[in-house]
């Protein structure tokens, strides 16, 4: 299984940036799809999720401004971000989530793609 991000990047206070998930050995409408993100100094936070039947949650801070998507024929997961500040700083990690045949969780980690909000 390999979960590959792109689209991080340095963006001014206020911009956007789309970033996306690129699936491999998974099929990922069969998992629970997640952004997470670490600011420097911080624990790993949830920032958004979305499940099989398409339902998605949203951390507060980020409610309103992130918008999380999932294209089943591409096989990807994405992550619209705009009005961008400082506070949104963080290394940014694709997640996948299921519990297997004998209910344990299973939980497959992207390396991370760099988000950087400064002017």
């Known amino acids: 299984v390999q979960l590959v991000e792109s689209g991080g990047g340095l963006v001014q206070p206020g911009g956007s940036l789309r970033l996306s998930c690129s699936a491999s050995?998974?099929?990922?409408?069969?998992?629970?799809m997640g952004w997470y993100r670490q600011a420097p100094g911080k624990e790993r936070e949830l920032v958004a999720h979305?499940?099989?039947?398409?339902?998605?949650t949203y951390a507060d801070s980020v409610k309103g401004r992130f918008t999380i998507s999932r294209d089943n024929a591409a096989n990807t997961v994405s992550l619209e971000m705009n009005s961008l500040n400082a506070e949104d700083t963080a290394v940014y990690y694709c997640?996948?989530?299921?519990?297997?045949?004998?209910?344990?969780?299973?939980?497959?980690w992207g390396t991370g793609t760099v988000v950087t909000v400064s002017s």
């Open positions: 997640n996948a989530y299921r519990k297997n045949y004998v209910n344990r969780d299973i939980h497959y």
């Open positions: 050995g998974i099929a990922v409408n069969e998992y629970q």
């Open positions: 979305i499940v099989s039947n398409g339902y998605r």
